[in-house]
Nanobody, 124 residues
Framework: QVQLVESGGGLVQTGGSLRLSCAAS????????MGWFRQAPGKEREFVSG????????SYADSVKGRFTCSRDNAKNMVYLQMNSLKPEDTAVYYC?????????????????WGQGTQVTVSS
């Protein structure tokens, strides 16, 4: 059984920063890529960022490239998303997910375990 718990969301002004954390249970955490997705009201869940099993490879949606940084600490079973220069359009519920594979994909179908989400609200 794998459990993912996100934390770190909140309300921030435009241009501010937040760091999301995802705590994962399970002994095989380091064998899988991890991803961050977000879902705004009335919109589909979209890929934000992904990181390979060892952390050596990351990928980002064009909308967050250069502003967000994904990292992981396999010793602690943790994944992080550092979000800088936040914009109102970044407002959404952010989800951590475990990939079915060692490399991160951009489709939700490529992930099999999901956290409950954490709300990020960026005020203008």
């Amino acid at each position: 059984q794998v459990q993912l718990v996100e934390s770190g969301g909140g309300l921030v002004q435009t241009g501010g920063s937040l760091r999301l954390s995802c705590a994962a249970s399970g002994r095989t955490f380091s064998s899988y890529a991890m991803g961050w997705f977000r879902q705004a009201p009335g919109k589909e869940r979209e890929f934000v960022s992904g990181i390979s099993w060892g952390g050596g490879s990351t990928s980002y949606a064009d909308s967050v490239k250069g502003r967000f940084t994904c990292s992981r600490d396999n010793a602690k079973n943790m994944v992080y998303l550092q979000m800088n220069s936040l914009k109102p359009e970044d407002t959404a519920v952010y989800y951590c997910a475990r990939s079915k594979l060692a490399r991160p994909g951009m489709g939700t179908y490529e992930y099999d375990y999901w956290g409950q989400g954490t709300q990020v609200t960026v005020s203008s």
